[in-house]
Every structure is written in C-alpha cells, then in structure tokens.
C-alpha cells in the first residue's frame, strides 16, 4: 500500500492503525446509530475508519495532531464534502469550542490513542453540553473497568463516574493482530451512551473529586475514607445509618446511585 510506503508511525502518538475496511464498517453498523448523526472522531490517522463514517453520517469532524498526515488526509476530504479535519492535540481545544462545531447533539466514534484514553473520555463526559454517545476503541483492560460489576477487583473510580453520567456497554472484543503496528494489548470497542442527567447531583465537580476521595484508600472502609478526607465521624455514621450502609462496607461494594444519594446527603448536611 502506497501509504505505508511512506509512513513512518509514532509510537508517542499511539498510533496503530487499522486498514480493514470490512471490519470497521461491521463496527460501525453493530453500533446502530441513526444516518443523522455527526460524529467527532479523534485520531484519524490513515484515514479508513473516517471514511467509513463520512460515509455512513451527516456531518464528521476529525482530529489529528500528526502534522505529516495532512496532505494524505486532505485528498481523502475531496471525496467528502460532509467530512472536515482539524489538524489539533484534541486536548488542547476547549471542549465548548468542540461542541460550536456540530449543530445539536454529536457523538464520539474513535480508535482512540491509547496513552490518552481517559482523559478524552472523561473530557466530553464531563464537559460537554452535546455529547450523546462515546463509542471507542480502547484497551480491553480499560474496557473492563469501565464496564465492571460492582465488588469486583476491576471496579474504580472510571466505573463509578461512567455509570454516574452515562451507562458503558461492550460492542465488540478485537484482537491485537488487526492493527498495524500490532500493539501488545488486545482491545474492545465500547458505547458509553451519555445521560447528564440520569442522576439529580448538586455539584458535579464537587461528586466528581467525592468519588475520587473515596476510593483513595480502596483497602480501608468507605468510612475510613471519608473521615480521613475531612468528614465528622458522628456524621459520617449517621450518614451511613440513614443510607442502610454498613460502617464496615469498601468503596467498591457501591453502585453509582448510593454514591450519588451518599454526596448528595452529606452535601446538604442534612444528617
Ligand atoms: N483512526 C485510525 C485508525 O483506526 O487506524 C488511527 C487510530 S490510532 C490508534 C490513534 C490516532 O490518534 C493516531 O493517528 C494519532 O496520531 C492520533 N492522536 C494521538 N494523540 C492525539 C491527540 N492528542 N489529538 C488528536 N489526535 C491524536
């Protein structure tokens, strides 16, 4: 292939590429979403999978921070006059200018770049006002945290805070042997469908650092955490008491809501 004639990849920009048309229009199909839908995709690297989506949806926006991949890019564009490229570090836009892009509501389809993986993530899911949908390709270890049953060793913080804004599901399990380079993990795509207000939460940025806090000491009680970042222990038990909380239960014995109810109910000091 002429492109990879001249390519040379870049291991700190995560960039393993996957040229299987097929297989990224399964992908994409087996999301399911509406021709309607524009999407922001980050990393476009040779471009296949951006032109599977400029062909499947409305408008498409795509980020590349490799600056040697814009003459290849750009004639892909000719093809498209739905598809536009902004040749950027994605984490150095502000999120609300992303958002000004697209008309409404958009949604994230991406083979993300590993090393930043969650702070993309977590960027559209706590910044955006118009994120509807992030469905990425990301390592299956991250996958599996992010999508992990409660009590388990995998459930964390990510698991906690997708589920508090959103629900994870898994889409598909891909082997490390369809990227080039292969890498030396192998990967999943999932969908986080976005639901902003599926809990009603006083102050997100506050829950967001609440959530953190409590996992800082994942071998100790969820108690022993929180009186350790500042709470009063008569209060913290109360707190617990009214919650039907154990004082001996762990910060990953709790679903989303009960951190939810747990923040909301110490925020306003009602106990
Ligand atoms: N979408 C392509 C594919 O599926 O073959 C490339 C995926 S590759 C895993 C990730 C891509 O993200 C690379 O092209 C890399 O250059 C790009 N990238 C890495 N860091 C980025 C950043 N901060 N902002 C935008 N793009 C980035």
New binding site residues.
Partial sequence: MKFLDDFHF?KQ??????FDKVLLSSIVNSLNFNKNTNVL??????G???EVLAENFNKVVS????NT?ISHLQTLQQNHKNLSFVFN???KVETSSIDKMFNGEYSII?????Y?TSQIIFKFLFESNNIKNIAVMVQKEVAERFCAKISTKAYGIPTVLINSFGCCTIVKNVPRTVFTPVPNVDSCVINISVDKNKFNISNKTEYINFVSNCFKMKRKTLYNNLTSFGYDKNQCINVLNALNLQQTIRPENLLAEQYVNLFNTLTNNNL
Wanted: aromatic share 14%; glycine share 10%.
């Fill in positions: 870049k920009f995560g960039q393993n590429f996957i995709e980050i990393g476009a690297g040779a296949v999978l951006t980020f590349e921070i490799d991949l570090d994605v984490l991406a083979n993300l770049p590993y930043i």
